[in-house]
């Protein structure tokens, strides 16, 4: 079975501050890998996704994260956070491109300092 | 263009009774899928309907059950509620192979 795991449950930087969070997950073929954000009385937006290709993905608000697969990893980062990032992220594993059947990670809340 | 829309917004019900929640997906969106998000979790899995047909289930008890109609719309229904079943209820709308996205939520209390 697909599990994913966000070791940290708070995390809080400073902004301006660079920002990692990370994400580890079990998956038997070449998995489908998504990171939302959700906001306070908000859904669940779509940061970015990746299935294949360049192991480095773009996505929107200046994100970026990083699939390596000898670690079995998705690490979701972004060089300069502002004030409006905090919120709590989520990285989940698909059963397919579009993210249907989504296995979440339990969440990493981020809170940014001024 | 309207996102996904879910009704509604709270309720409160009290263990054992029923409840049914509706979503109303992106128009030209004919997959649904429902999550549900207890406090400080991820969302997890519940089900998923294209074209009206059960596509994919969670590991949920036969508690829940859920159904699409012809417009696409979708309800999600839990029998006999217990207190583990307070949640953030999502549903999701895609074209099945496009991006999903998120509605709001339903927040169910259980007392």
């Known amino acids: 079975a697909q599990s994913v795991t966000q070791p940290d449950i708070h995390i809080t930087v400073s902004e301006g501050a660079s920002l990692e969070l990370r994400c580890n997950y079990s998956y038997g073929a070449t998995p489908y890998l998504f990171w939302y954000v959700q906001s306070p009385g908000q859904g669940l937006q779509l940061l970015l996704k990746y299935f294949s290709g360049d192991t480095l993905v773009q996505g929107i608000k200046g994100f970026e994260a990083e699939f390596k697969r000898s670690q079995s990893s998705f690490n979701l980062r972004k060089p300069s956070v502002h004030w409006s990032d905090a919120a709590e992220y989520f990285c989940a594993v698909g059963a397919d491109n579009a993210g249907n059947m989504l296995t979440f990670g339990g969440g990493t809340r981020l809170m940014v300092k001024p | 263009d309207a996102g996904v829309t879910q009704s509604p917004t709270h309720l409160i019900k009290t263990r054992g009774q029923q409840v049914t929640l509706r979503c109303s997906p992106i128009s030209g969106h004919k997959s649904v899928s429902w999550y549900q998000q207890v406090l400080g979790q991820g969302p997890q899995f519940i089900f998923q309907?294209?074209?009206?047909?059960?596509?994919g289930r969670g590991n949920f008890p036969d508690r829940f059950s859920a159904r699409q109609f012809p417009n696409y719309s979708s309800e999600l229904n839990v029998n006999a509620l217990l207190l583990g079943d307070s949640a953030l209820y999502l549903c999701?709308?895609?074209?099945?192979?496009?991006?999903?996205?998120f509605g709001p939520g339903t927040r169910l209390t259980v007392l």
């Open positions: 999701a709308s895609s074209s099945l192979s496009v991006e999903q996205f």
């Open positions: 309907y294209y074209e009206k047909e059960e596509r």
